[in-house]
């Protein structure tokens, strides 16, 4: 992709000097503040990686809601995320997250059927269960590593519904965060970062592929069978298909769910917060709406044009990168009125968390029914939240979290 003229797109494209492809960005900077200097122009911003690859920046609600939802006029097919930047996503027009409609339309009509409000509420009493039992130390009066905690919880949820054994999720759990944060030293293994995520990516298809070989012959009402069960174009997925999906369903659970709750915890323990949200039950709807919006767990989201399109007066070409930044969006102040408040009681809030038109997360009902769950246990439990130590964050451009957070507290 060459570098871009200003004098092509007939109006101003702006340099951005910050590099936003930086996973310590994220971790150690504050990318807010660059967001809101690129919000504050009258166009998007080129972002140039290197000779041959660039992306436009798209940091307005607006526009994100609109390329979002446009998917004949920015793919899905060719990647997601800024690490496949300039390459095409192997996986594309096989798994669910990277294949645009209608194909995918049909693809995730079972599982948007297995994942709806009604399924997923049939599974409340297994998530509470779970969920109680996650945090059930924090009670024991020493120092709780909430950030650890949280990281782990989705994947009891997902592996329970996806039928994995339990023995397998703190390896499953780990392996799916360094798919998303390899750039961070405390998930690398010994050697470079591209070795530990093709161990990472290597390992959890092998994985997948024993299991969906098994899983043919004794299929069940997990979700594993439910892929294997799903027909489009007048077949069933492919042992490959249904192992790529796999993964992107674990990966989707796992990217999402930890970080609203982290965040909350990091970031407010010692406000008025919990207090105020354990004092009144009925907010649990709202706050866990905030908590996502505030959070904006998936920091970016690739997509290319497929044709020459204006965006914010600025003309894409066809082939152009385009990211998303949902943290942008959602703090986006002529959407979210005093946008960098965290409100409780906010309504409405049509955050971006889960993204928005034929892409939105088809996970969204266990995420939103596992969070309202873990907050209602732990305030019904807990009290006099403290912290006892710095929280961390998780480097990576793609995810938005901390993934230590030392805290203490004491039972009702």
């Not at 340099?15 to 660059?34: I, K």
């Not at 044009?305 to 070409?317: P, Q």
Request: negative net charge; hydrophobic residues 40%; proline residues 6%.
């Amino acid at each position: 992709m060459p570098l871009h003229d200003a004098t092509l797109s007939g109006c101003p494209v702006h340099a951005v000097d910050t590099d936003l492809v930086d996973p310590r960005l994220y971790s150690d900077g504050n990318a807010h503040e660059v967001w809101r200097e690129l919000q504050a122009q009258d166009g998007l911003s080129w972002h140039q990686v290197d000779d041959q690859r660039g992306f436009w920046s798209v940091v307005h609600f607006a526009e994100t809601d609109y390329v979002l939802r446009n998917t004949t006029l920015f793919t899905s097919e060719r990647g997601t995320m800024l690490e496949l930047l300039g390459m095409d996503d192997p996986a594309g027009g096989q798994q669910l997250a990277v294949t645009d409609p209608p194909r995918h339309t049909i693809m995730q009509a079972r599982l948007k059927k297995a994942l709806a409000v009604k399924a997923v509420d049939r599974q409340r009493e297994m998530i509470r269960e779970l969920v109680s039992e996650l945090i059930e130390p924090i009670g024991d009066g020493g120092v709780f590593d909430w950030g650890q905690a949280m990281l782990v919880m989705p994947m009891s949820v997902t592996g329970t519904m996806m039928g994995l054994p339990p023995e397998d999720w703190p390896w499953l759990s780990r392996l799916t965060t360094i798919c998303i944060a390899a750039d961070d030293p405390e998930y690398q293994d010994e050697g470079s970062r591209s070795a530990t995520l093709e161990m990472a990516h290597r390992e959890l298809f092998a994985y997948f592929q024993d299991l969906v070989r098994f899983r043919r012959d004794n299929v069940g009402d997990d979700l594993i069978s439910t892929l294997i069960k799903t027909r489009f174009d007048g077949r069933h997925m492919s042992p490959g298909e249904i192992v790529s999906n796999c993964y992107s369903l674990l990966l989707g659970a796992n990217v999402t769910t930890p970080h609203a709750p982290t965040f909350v915890m990091a970031e407010f323990i010692d406000s008025d917060v919990l207090p105020q949200w354990a004092a009144d039950p009925e907010v649990g709807t709202t706050a866990v709406e905030e908590a996502l919006r505030w959070a904006s767990p998936v920091n970016h989201m690739l997509r290319y044009a497929t044709e020459d399109v204006v965006v914010r007066g600025t003309t894409i070409a066809a082939g152009d990168a385009v990211v998303v930044w949902i943290g942008a969006a959602n703090r986006d102040e002529t959407e979210f009125p005093d946008a960098r408040t965290f409100d409780i009681r906010r309504k409405p809030n049509k955050h971006l968390a889960f993204g928005i038109g034929p892409h939105y997360c088809v996970g969204h009902s266990v995420a939103r029914i596992t969070l309202r769950t873990l907050f209602e246990e732990l305030l019904a439990r807990y009290k006099d939240f403290e912290s006892a130590g710095t929280p961390e964050r998780l480097i990576s451009n793609f995810v938005s979290g901390y993934k230590h957070v030392p805290i203490t507290a004491k039972r009702r």
